[in-house]
């Protein structure tokens, strides 16, 4: 079947500290993978994503890479900021999940001053 | 340009009270979806549309049904609603079929409480 397995959390970092956020996934086929973010009191919102195998998405200074071999998608940021603090949920999706999203059980992050 | 609306944001209701959710959007989407948030649990699927008068089930659909009469709106019902119902609900939309490059669009989530 298909599941996404994230790191627990909480996660606490001080500011311009280097972030990791754990994802692996199994999954039929070759889905596309996502990280999504939510805010305190919002909805979730794409923050990049990967089409394909060593494809690397990028945005607001995160990056994740598809890895096929070891079928993950770690979240990477090298110098985080107070204003990253929120939940990120890792994700699948792909012609063999029917359309559906699967979605990780989410890691809150907290970035103090 | 709203994108995805839900409606209420917040309500409280007691053990076997029905209600119905609204989801939004003007983005002309064919693909809508209905997810509960849980703590620890991350996102479920509650059911989905792939277009106007169709529905499917997901993952977690018991106690729930939804009707998608227009294009731009689906809702999602609760005819006897009952404590384990206590969530965060969030409607989503994509563009079409493709999910292998496609993104989904949320709402900001209706926050309902079964007493």
């Known amino acids: 079947g298909n599941s996404v397995t994230q790191m627990e959390g909480p996660v606490t970092l001080s500011e311009e500290a280097f972030l990791t956020i754990n994802c692996t996934y199994t999954?039929?086929?070759?889905?596309?993978l996502f990280w999504y973010v939510q805010y305190p009191g919002e909805g979730l919102q794409l923050l990049l994503k990967?089409?394909?195998?060593?494809d690397k998405g990028s945005n607001k200074g995160f990056e994740a890479t598809y890895r096929k071999e070891t079928t993950s998608f770690h979240l990477e940021k090298g110098s985080v900021q107070v204003s990253d603090s929120a939940v990120y949920f890792c994700?699948?999706?792909?012609?063999?999940?029917?359309?559906?999203?699967?979605f990780g059980t989410g890691t809150s992050l907290t970035v103090i001053p | 340009n709203a994108g995805v609306t839900q409606t209420p944001k917040f309500r409280v209701l007691k053990t076997g009270q029905s209600m119905t959710l609204l989801c939004a959007q003007d983005?002309?989407?064919?693909?809508m979806y209905w997810y509960r948030q849980d703590p620890g649990m991350g996102l479920r699927l509650i059911h989905y549309?792939?277009?106007?008068?169709?529905?499917a089930k997901g993952e977690v659909p018991d106690g729930y049904n939804v009707s998608r009469l227009k294009k731009q709106n689906f809702l999602l019902g609760l005819e006897s609603a009952a404590p384990s119902q206590t969530s965060v609900y969030f409607c989503?939309?994509?563009?079409?079929?493709?999910?292998?490059?496609?993104?989904?669009?949320f709402g900001p989530g209706t926050r309902l409480l079964v007493l």
């Open positions: 989503a939309s994509s563009y079409s079929w493709l999910a292998s490059a496609e993104t989904q669009y």
């Open positions: 999954a039929t086929g070759y889905p596309s």
């Open positions: 990967a089409t394909k195998a060593d």
């Open positions: 994700a699948l999706s792909g012609v063999n999940t029917g359309n559906q999203f699967y």
């Open positions: 983005m002309n989407h064919e693909y």
């Open positions: 549309s792939v277009g106007e008068g169709t529905t």
